[in-house]
Nanobody, 123 residues
Framework: QVQLVESGGASVHPGGSLRLSCAAS????????MAWFRQAPGKEREAVAS???????GYAGSVKGRFTISQDNAKNTVYLQMNSLKPEDTGMYYC?????????????????WGQGTQVTVSS
C-alpha cells in the first residue's frame, strides 16, 4: 500500500513560483513511477509531469520549461517546482504513484493518488 500526501499549494500572482511536495510512504517497489496531475474547475484531470526511478522525466507541453519534477529518495518525497505561473495553471494538483515500468503522462500507470493541494494563480 502507498500513501501520498501533497502540500505546498497556495494563491500566487501570475509570474510567481511555487514548490509542491508529495510525501510518499509504503514500498518503493510499487512507486517507481511518480507523477503530478492537475484538474481545473470544469475540466478533466490532466498529467503535468512524470518521473521514473528518480531520473527519467516527462512534461506536458503546456508546462515544459516552466515546471520541474524531482525526487528525493532519502526523504521519500517528490517535488514539483513551478515557475512563471499563469492563470491557466490554476487547479487542484494531485500526486500519483505506480509500480512501473509503464510510466508517463496518462492515468493508466498509476494505482495510488493523493488528496490534492490547491494552486490558484490570479492577479
Amino acid at each position: 500500500q502507498v500513501q501520498l500526501v501533497e502540500s505546498g499549494g497556495a494563491s500566487v500572482h501570475p509570474g510567481g513560483s511555487l514548490r509542491l511536495s508529495c510525501a510518499a510512504s509504503g514500498s518503493t517497489n510499487i512507486r517507481k513511477c511518480m507523477a503530478w496531475f492537475r484538474q481545473a474547475p470544469g475540466k478533466e484531470r490532466e498529467a503535468v509531469a512524470s518521473i521514473y526511478t528518480g531520473s527519467n522525466t516527462g512534461y506536458a507541453g503546456s508546462v515544459k520549461g516552466r515546471f520541474t519534477i524531482s525526487q528525493d529518495n532519502a526523504k521519500n518525497t517528490v517535488y514539483l517546482q513551478m515557475n512563471s505561473l499563469k492563470p491557466e495553471d490554476t487547479g487542484m494538483y494531485y500526486c500519483a504513484a505506480g509500480p512501473g515500468p509503464l510510466c508517463g503522462l496518462w492515468a493508466g500507470p498509476y494505482n495510488y493518488w493523493g488528496q490534492g493541494t490547491q494552486v490558484t494563480v490570479s492577479s
